[in-house]
């Protein structure tokens, strides 16, 4: 008995921090889900970046907080609104703050918003904004390309990567791309 409650005071001592570990904007978080069909987790497994307002843009519930709230939180928020909405009726939220360890951004390029496929490219020194972009198979078809946010030393920069001088903005490590949605109308 003691050494199962010794056992349960070590787990919960390694894993408390990550649980509640708070995001911030500018930083990706990775969230994944279970309790859904294949092709739908799909849809929403990913990395998401937290835009400079704090918010990410989920699939078929579109902008959620996020900035300021604990991983285990915003999995909590994310659930709730996917059965608020109908969508899914017992999904299991999981997201983990890249924040929460070196190692998970080291030299990487976080690319997310309405691209293909939403995740880390490893950075290799010289990388343009559109060769990131592009690493995760290019915008969307709702995805806005003359608006592509950069977020790069707590500060955010927006390009218009429809022209070539903005295409070849040079990125640095750690860095992440937000290609947002096309707005009414189709920009």
């Known amino acids: 008995m003691i050494r199962h409650l010794a056992l349960v005071l070590l787990l919960t001592a390694m894993f408390a921090p990550a649980a509640f570990a708070q995001i911030t904007a500018g930083r990706p978080v990775q969230i994944s889900i279970l309790g859904v069909p294949p092709e739908e987790a799909q849809r929403v497994n990913g990395t998401y970046p937290v835009s ?102 707590g500060k955010v920069r927006e390009y218009d990567c429809t022209k070539a001088q903005f295409q070849n903005i040079e990125l640095k490590a750690n860095d992440t791309v937000e290609v947002p949605q096309k707005n009414w109308r189709g920009r």
Not at 103 to 109: C, F, G, M, P, S
């Open 52 to 153: 400079a307002s704090g918010t990410i843009n989920m699939p078929y519930i579109g902008e959620i907080r996020a900035a300021g709230m604990s991983t285990a939180g915003l999995a909590t928020t994310i659930q709730n609104a996917y059965k608020a909405a109908g969508i899914y009726t017992t999904p299991t939220i999981q997201v983990i703050s890249e924040d929460l360890g070196a190692a998970l951004r080291e030299n990487v390029i976080t690319v997310g918003g309405f691209v293909r496929t939403p995740g880390a490219v490893k950075f290799v020194p010289g990388m343009t904004l559109y060769q990131a972009i592009s690493n995760r198979g290019g915008a969307s078809e709702f995805g806005a390309m003359n608006r592509v946010l950069v977020h790069s030393g």
